[in-house]
């Protein structure tokens, strides 16, 4: 038959269509055999071929095929069905990497800020599970110090008119950075600024630079979920985040760097298998 026209598929009574090329992206799978007539589980019917499968796992099983990536909704949950469908079509790179679900499920990722205010200075403590999120974070805050000539500090939150100069943050490690704000006249930078980017605005109180880190949080997608004192004497508060993060579509370049193992020879080993039983 010719195949120079768009293919219809009825899968479980749900309609696609779709280029032959598309079917063709690997020559080995059922889908790539069903246009030649080479499999009889695909029946042509009034110009559909028809297969008695779920047709809306089907739906990602054709998006595979369209973008050689897997890419899943975050509540989605049928792993093991959408892998034993890749299977009956004969997909193995696609089943492989469903196979490594752990990749492809969404995760949470907890955030944790430290605060203590003390007289006129409040530190900070930023503690996140995922470093790319703290690299991120720690990119949009910059630290601004003043060397002040003598105690006459009077309204905290008066912008300063003397040139400022950024400090760098502290970074115990990938996953926390630390820094102050307030005043300090035991120390000869005796005012910190915080700025805290997309926000222009440099920060001197320290109250008001934990509201604007809140709500930056919130806008990435964050929710408090609890706030607690850690330690009473010290009077350290503790506010916790989370959120789900959905993980990156799984390309299929990683099966042909070797991540998971390429088409043919999974083919090869799921035959092997089948004549084991």
């Not at 055999?33 to 089907?58: H, I, T």
């Amino acid at each position: 038959m010719s195949h120079q026209g768009v293919v219809v598929l009825n899968v479980g009574g749900l309609k696609f269509t779709t280029w032959p090329s598309t079917l063709q992206q690997f020559p080995e799978s059922r889908l790539a055999k069903m246009l030649n007539g080479g499999d009889r589980e695909f029946r042509l019917v009034n110009g559909e071929f028809f297969v008695d499968r779920d047709g809306v796992l089907f739906s990602y099983i054709l998006d595979f095929l369209r973008t050689l990536q897997v890419s899943l909704p975050s509540d989605f949950s049928d792993y093991q069905r959408l892998e034993r469908e890749a299977h009956f079509y004969e997909l193995y790179s696609m089943a492989d990497l469903l196979s490594q679900d752990s990749l492809l499920k969404p995760k949470v990722e907890i955030l944790e800020i430290r605060f203590v205010l003390q007289e006129t200075q409040a530190f900070f403590r930023v503690f996140g599970s995922c470093s790319t999120t703290i690299d991120a974070l720690a990119g949009c805050v910059t630290i601004f110090a003043e060397q002040l000539g003598g105690p006459t500090w009077n309204n905290h939150n008066i912008p300063s008119q003397k040139p400022l100069v950024p400090l760098p943050l502290e970074r115990p490690s990938h996953h926390d950075f630390i820094f102050q704000c307030g005043t300090d006249y035991s120390d000869r930078l005796g005012a910190r600024y915080v700025s805290i980017k997309p926000d222009h605005r440099k920060l001197i109180n320290g109250t008001n630079v934990l509201g604007l880190l809140v709500d930056v949080l919130l806008k990435e997608g964050f929710h408090l979920v609890s706030t607690r004192t850690v330690s009473a004497e010290e009077k350290i508060e503790c506010y916790c985040f989370e959120r789900t993060r959905q993980p990156d579509a799984l390309p299929i370049s990683q099966a042909q760097q070797g991540d998971v193992v390429p088409q043919t020879k999974a083919a090869q080993m799921h035959k092997q298998k089948r004549g084991l039983q």
